[in-house]
T-cell receptor
């Protein structure tokens, strides 16, 4: 059964701690994306990767870091430098590098709450 | 910068009434996509429009792409409780096929 998995579904962290969100896909998709969703704000792109060991900043990359060591994995680290990290984080992938014209497949999301 | 504006932000309709959400881009788009996110869920792809003036239908849903490829609309006929959720449009600027810009979405509430 192919798809995108994100874990955990809910995550609580203390302020000042780094936290890593997992995203795995077995769709053999080339490109992967991280979005942040806040109430009433839609989806804002944090980082995306079109190929292993390469990634680009999105619109709101400050305070976040990513890695793409394997094609199927694209973890996101929310660092202590992110001023307002509490949000719903969505991972997505596209079959091709053309993320703008290809269907985005989303994972179930991780809801991060920083206390 | 490039933006995709979506209105209205919220819409409450009686079950059985029609619903429309509109999407407007500050720049010409090569395509527009529509996604639906159920409450507590994640966005799911509905459709993609590519041609100027294109109209596509999925049962009670009608999608349109403007002639200038800068605007789009989603119309739902005779809404049902299963239509509840947030509808997002997402556009790809011309000559930037690696980039997609999401609108902020329209949240649809159905009153029984």
């Amino acid at each position: 059964d192919g798809g995108i998995t994100q874990s955990p579904k809910y995550l609580f962290r203390k302020e000042g701690q780094n936290v890593t969100l997992s995203c795995e896909q077995n769709l053999n998709h080339d490109a992967m994306y991280w979005y942040r969703q806040d109430p009433g704000q839609g989806l804002r792109l944090i980082y995306y990767s079109q190929i292993v060991n390469d990634f680009q900043k999105g619109d709101i990359a400050e305070g976040y870091s990513v890695s793409r060591e394997k094609k199927e994995s694209f973890p996101l680290t929310v660092t202590s430098a992110q001023k307002n990290p509490t949000a719903f984080y969505l991972c997505a992938s596209t079959l091709t590098l053309a993320g703008g014209t290809d269907t985005q497949y989303f994972g179930p999301g991780t809801r991060l709450t920083v206390l | 910068g490039q933006q995709v504006m979506q209105i209205p932000q919220y819409q409450h309709v009686q079950e059985g009434e029609d619903f429309t959400t509109y999407c407007n881009s500050s720049t010409t788009l090569s395509n527009i996509q529509w996604y639906k996110q159920r409450p507590g869920g994640h966005p799911v792809f509905l459709i993609q429009l590519v041609k100027s003036g294109e109209v596509k239908k999925q049962k009670r849903l009608t999608f349109q792409f403007g002639e200038a490829k800068k605007n789009s609309s989603l119309h739902i006929t005779a809404t049902q409780t299963t239509d509840v959720g947030t509808y997002f449009c997402a556009g790809c600027p011309v000559n930037r096929d690696d980039k997609i810009i999401f609108g902020k979405g329209t949240r649809l509430h159905i009153l029984p």
